[in-house]
């Protein structure tokens, strides 16, 4: 719970408005009682009308007709391109002088030059900066000394890595792409197994680790005779003569970075920059069951899907436009760059000169890092945003103060629906400033993925923010994103429309009842963004790869009548109950996260059962207050354990599941209240935040068994 410090203080205080704000805002609410109208209430009433009509802003332009964001293909409704696109040719790259990774971190060197690139600050300090020029000057040095070390210039030359978000993370990356050598990255939550199983795949020599700690886990496999190909460890940090001692008896050469900064500048080389088709970096996944897989990313896919996101915000033509004003733009890196989507982020923001402040690599200290920071671009997952609504509404508890709130999200997003976004209206002012500050208060764009977000909390915090919060979809096979939410378009329920790099077709899936004819089926992905396999593991690429080349995602989606696609359900992970009919676990998740005191679920059931029951972490944030408003009153641990509270969630639970369409059969029966999260650092969520489905199963099959023989009773 280590957010729960940061999310308090989205809180909206009693000072936020003063009286005669209020006495105002009382006017404009015809919902609530108040005095006899008088002239100096509608005066009031009047200068706020005035203000709002003279204060408008222009609305954001659309790149394509909202009403047809996507195109068919060759007459097929259910293969489509962007409407952004003159014909079915796919996009390669944006600008002419980008087509690597290598090329873009160029084209921002010659824009920003000695400007800021990375930066990075110690505790209550102010933000250093890195800048372009001493970046890439870096990033040549030390590929010069990967290779004195015996790397060679080639996109055969694995270089592992194996730290958090820092600026040497992002050297590290540029020397391998400066010298056409690809990136393994590895991360903590992979386990030992995993982490044997990579190494010996890729059969890297040279791991780059950011502490002691992480060389010394290395060193363990290495002692054991299990990683035989290690012979090199660098590491960011300072190295202690033990450690240096301890790999030399075991055949590892102990670097620090700054020792192999020093061969490089003895024995510098010229750039062997890399071609479009070369492998930049192998993204292992690591599922949710069997052996990780590791992605094979070449440049061609990362300049193509980083293009296709820069083609749809530049051609907007608004002054919002993200890319606008190219060297102040700064984004906060705190999510992984173990995975692609906050290294796609990175990309698109050196390709324009702008800069990455990286947070402090403490997630408790993340607010004080973007009050710093004050970042005008925040990637951020769908869970922190829940986090923070239910945050905002729970503060929110006298009847004229949650009054103020609605009417003022209703004006936002009146202006939204009209297609104007902004952070300066009176009711920004008065109501959403102490909210847009504790994100840094100089938000222009927000980019939300990695699993579905609720539109309920999505249209809010559009309002709420008032800053550009665009929803993508995508995976680690098609790079990352293979569809963008349309600049303009702020409706919510969808994931947009097709990337410029992508065509997206549904295709049938007869078991679970989806055609395509019928514009639903399972989200295949094909184009130049596409991955090119799963290294060395043929039989793996064959299940994700077709013979026509279509990624296929074995998620179920739906074309709407606007272009755009919308997540349906999941056909992998599916399964039948006794009477034959099959269930999607995933997508009941996701209608029971919806419930206010759900903060995790899992939904089990089998072939041998003819109901569905499930595990419930509630909401620690609100399940006590949710239980004294039924009556109920107990710690967090004792509710959890009590039999009326178990019965009244799952009611709830119920009830919102009949209002999103659920089935009977597709409601869980019975439920156990579970008081600790599923987490990475219990092994029951892959670092993804998927649920590990098989362990959880593991784990609870004593709650899972007692709950069915009570019903066989």
Same mark, same amino acid.
């Given at each position: 719970?280590?957010?729960?410090?940061? +999310?308090? =203080?989205?809180?909206?205080?009693? $000072? /936020? +408005? !003063?009286?005669?704000?209020?006495? /105002?805002? *009382?006017?404009?609410?015809?919902?609530?009682a108040f005095s006899p109208p008088s002239l100096?209430?509608? $005066?009031?009433?009047? =200068?706020?009308?005035?203000?709002?009509l003279a204060t408008r802003p222009r609305s954001i332009r659309p790149p394509c007709d909202l009403k047809a964001q996507s195109i068919p293909v060759e007459g097929d409704a259910s293969c489509r391109r962007s409407a952004l696109l003159k014909d079915d040719n796919l996009l390669d790259f944006y600008y002419e002088d980008t087509k690597t990774v290598y090329d873009m971190f160029q084209r921002g060197l010659r824009i920003a030059g000695d400007g800021p690139c990375l930066g990075f600050r110690k505790p209550s300090k102010p933000y250093q900066w890195i800048s372009y020029t001493e970046v890439a000057e870096r990033a040549q040095v030390l590929g010069s000394g990967l290779l004195a070390k015996g790397c060679k210039p080639t996109p055969k030359q694995f270089i592992g890595i194996f730290a958090q978000n820092r600026p040497e993370w992002v050297i590290t990356e540029l020397a391998c792409y400066t010298f056409s050598m690809a990136l393994v990255p590895l991360y903590d939550t992979l386990g030992l197994e995993a982490m044997v199983h990579i190494l010996n795949l890729v059969e890297i020599s040279l791991v780059v680790c950011d502490k002691e700690e992480k060389a010394e886990s290395l060193l363990v496999n290495k002692e054991n005779g299990v990683t035989p190909t290690l012979s090199c460890l660098v590491i960011f940090n300072p190295v202690s003569a033990a450690l240096v001692e301890r790999g030399r008896k075991c055949g590892v050469e102990i670097l620090q970075l700054e020792q192999l900064m020093e061969v490089g500048r003895e024995n510098i080389q010229p750039p062997v920059p890399p071609q479009p088709q070369d492998l930049a970096v192998v993204c292992f996944t690591s599922g949710t069951t069997g052996k990780p897989k590791g992605a094979m990313i070449t440049h061609g896919n990362i300049t193509s899907n980083t293009s296709s996101v820069i083609k749809i915000l530049e051609v907007s033509h608004t002054f919002f436009s993200f890319f606008n004003h190219k060297t102040e733009d700064v984004s906060i890196s705190y999510l992984p760059l173990a995975h692609m989507f906050e290294r796609m982020i990175q990309v698109s923001m050196f390709c324009h000169g702008a800069r990455v402040g990286f947070y402090q690599g403490d997630i408790a200290l993340l607010m004080d890092d973007i009050k710093t920071l004050k970042p005008t671009f925040?990637?951020?997952?769908?869970?922190l945003l829940n986090r923070i609504y239910d945050k905002i509404q729970g503060s929110v508890t006298s009847v004229l103060k949650r009054a103020v709130l609605h009417y003022a999200v209703s004006r936002k997003q009146a202006e939204l629906s009209s297609g104007i976004v902004r952070n300066d209206s009176v009711w920004d002012r008065l109501v959403f400033n102490k909210i847009q500050a504790n994100l840094g208060g100089n938000l222009r764009f927000i980019l939300t993925a990695s699993a579905p977000i609720s539109p309920t909390v999505l249209s809010f915090l559009r309002a709420a923010l008032g800053c550009l919060i665009f929803e993508g979809y995508g995976q680690t096979e098609c790079t990352a994103g293979c569809t963008f939410s349309m600049p303009g378009d702020w409706s919510a329920g969808h994931v947009g429309a097709p990337l410029p790099c992508s065509m997206v077709k549904l295709m049938d899936i007869p078991d679970m009842n989806y055609y395509a004819k019928n514009g639903q089926g399972e989200i295949c992905i094909r184009g130049p963004s596409v991955f090119q396999g799963y290294l060395r593991d043929k039989e793996r690429t064959a299940e994700a790869l077709d013979s026509d080349g279509w990624l296929h995602t074995g998620d179920v989606g739906q074309w709407l009548p606007n272009g755009t696609l919308c997540i349906v359900d999941r056909k992998k992970n599916i399964f039948k109950l006794s009477q034959g009919e099959y269930i999607a676990p995933e997508?009941?998740?996701? &209608?029971?996260?919806?419930?206010?005191?759900?903060?995790? &679920?899992? &939904?089990? $059931?089998?072939? +041998?059962? =003819?109901?569905?029951?499930?595990? &419930?972490?509630? /909401?620690?944030?609100?399940?006590?207050?949710?239980?004294?408003? *039924? !009556?109920?009153?107990?710690?967090y641990e004792e509710l959890c354990q009590n039999p009326d509270m178990k019965k009244a969630v799952l009611e709830d639970m119920n009830s919102v599941g009949k209002e999103a369409g659920l089935k009977s059969f597709e409601q869980v029966k019975d439920l156990y209240l579970h008081p600790e999260m599923f987490s990475i650092s219990n092994g029951l969520l892959t670092p993804t935040l998927k649920s590990k489905r098989g362990d959880l199963r593991r784990v609870f099959s004593e709650q899972i068994e007692h709950m069915y023989s009570k019903s066989a009773m």
């Open positions: 719970m280590q957010l729960q410090e940061w +999310l308090r =203080s989205f809180r909206l205080s009693s $000072g /936020d +408005l !003063g009286g005669t704000e209020v006495a /105002d805002l *009382r006017a404009l609410l015809p919902s609530l100096l209430g509608l $005066g009031a009433v009047a =200068s706020l009308t005035a203000y709002w925040f990637p951020v997952v769908p869970r997508k009941i998740e996701n &209608v029971y996260m919806r419930c206010v005191p759900v903060l995790q &679920v899992f &939904v089990h $059931g089998d072939s +041998l059962q =003819s109901h569905l029951i499930g595990i &419930v972490v509630p /909401d620690p944030e609100v399940f006590v207050n949710w239980a004294k408003e *039924r !009556g109920i009153v107990g710690s």
